[in-house]
């Protein structure tokens, strides 16, 4: 037997995945954002100059294909805002601020765990030409009237934290590195040694008890921001108080990409584990230009994890309002010689907009337990006699009566 790549699924069952895709589109059209669609084929340079070299997903995560050309290098993306940004710079866009979301499958080698998947799809929200603060302040407002309101998830929090400008972090940096160099550089894990020397504020990335401990004392960046980064923060932290937002201030949250600049947050919950944030995102005001854009163009976005979130709403789905299935009508015919009249009825009724299932195999008896288990509203029993006085049994399979119907009025009597 071929089993399934390790790290991905089968969705057998797609209904809460269609919930989400279908409540976070209705919430990003009343935002304004404007549905994209991407390759999930990019040249890996794409990443490599967006994410930075030193970080976990170019170093260790990548998918790379191999392809005929030899000095081409294309891999499946890990992450859709670069692409984004690319398919911003590529097109010429230049209606601003551009707010899009896409939504589909990303690629990352990691071990599989709970939350955690080699192929996992995402909804991106993207605003790119975001000049105003503010605009952070409106898609995490956005997010959270996306879980709280319209999903119904009320056991998640809000985690924010402000990175300053590209002077600030430069500063910061330095103050992080000495502290954890001179004073605590021993009692620091293997992988924070080398992350210190590399990209110092990714060891607040690490997991280990001991390095959050040594964290939780370092200096804070936000302590150290210029006075315009400052009053941004001030003001992002304001606007949340006014809008009813409730968030705490997690300091050591930097995000895992190098593009990340001023504002990050993440969406967690508890009920995921390790792997607990389900929507992260922040601002990136270089990443235009990083790319090749004639003019940088500052802008916010996040990601949503829809794998996650169905972890979540699993917990929950008995609390959740579900769109409801059309009632479906099953058609019997008794015998093969009814069964042309009874794909011909059922084209009739579909062309009508009614869900129909015509049973083709199996006794009458077990067509009839069959109709029962697919929860059908009625059977619609077409016999020999039936046949020859164009009519049709119709059974109810709640009440369990029956009448006969002309198939002339077929359809005008389910409607009703």
């Given at each position: 037997m071929i089993t399934r790549v390790k790290g991905t699924q089968d969705f057998l069952d797609v209904t809460l995945f269609n919930f989400i895709i279908q409540h976070a589109t209705q919430q990003a059209e009343l935002y304004q954002f404007k549905e994209i669609i991407l390759p999930i084929l990019e040249y890996t340079d794409l990443f490599q100059r967006s994410l930075g070299t030193e970080t976990d997903v170019v170093n260790k995560e990548m998918f790379y294909i191999k392809t005929r050309e030899e000095d081409e290098s294309i891999c499946l993306r890990p992450e859709a805002t670069a692409s984004i940004a690319r398919a911003f710079i590529e097109n010429g866009v230049d209606q601003l601020p551009w707010r899009v979301f896409t939504c589909g499958p990303m690629f990352r080698y990691e071990r599989?765990?709970?939350?955690?998947?080699?192929?996992?799809n995402q909804i991106s929200f993207e605003i790119i030409g975001a000049q105003s603060i503010l605009h952070d302040v409106e898609l995490i407002a956005m997010l959270d009237r996306l879980f709280t309101e319209r999903i119904g998830i009320n056991s998640h929090a809000l985690l924010i934290n402000f990175l300053g400008c590209a002077e600030d972090r430069a500063k910061y940096k330095e103050l992080l590195y000495n502290y954890l160099k001179k004073n605590h550089f021993e009692e620091l894990c293997p992988q924070c040694k080398e992350r210190l020397e590399k990209n110092v504020m990714r060891v607040f990335d690490c997991k280990?008890?001991?390095?959050q401990l040594l964290f939780r004392k370092a200096p804070k960046i936000t302590d150290h921001l210029c006075q315009p980064c400052a009053a941004e923060w001030e003001q992002v932290k304001e606007q949340l108080d006014f809008l009813s937002i409730s968030y705490s201030h997690q300091d050591t949250l930097v995000r895992g990409l190098d593009y990340y600049s001023k504002t990050v947050f993440e969406f967690t919950s508890s009920h995921l584990g390790a792997q607990n944030a389900f929507c992260a995102g922040g601002r990136y005001d270089h990443l235009v230009a990083m790319l090749g854009g004639k003019t940088d163009q500052p802008a916010v976005g996040a990601a949503l994890g829809i794998e996650r979130l169905m972890l979540i709403l699993e917990q929950i789905?008995?609390?959740?309002?579900?769109?409801?299935?059309?009632?479906?009508?099953?058609i019997i015919p008794v015998a093969k010689e009814q069964q042309p009249l009874a794909l011909l009825i059922a084209d009739e009724l579909r062309a009508n907009d009614m869900g129909v299932e015509v049973l083709l195999e199996g006794s009458i008896k077990s067509m009839m337990r069959k109709a029962n288990k697919l929860g059908a509203a009625h059977a619609l029993l077409i016999g020999e006699q039936e046949q020859q006085d164009k009519i049709i049994t119709i059974k109810n399979m709640i009440t369990g009566t029956e009448e006969k119907v002309a198939q002339a009025n077929l359809v005008t009597h389910l409607k009703k």
């Open positions: 599989p765990q709970k939350g955690r998947y080699r192929q996992f280990n008890a001991q390095c789905k008995d609390t959740l309002t579900m769109p409801q299935q059309k009632a479906i009508q099953v």
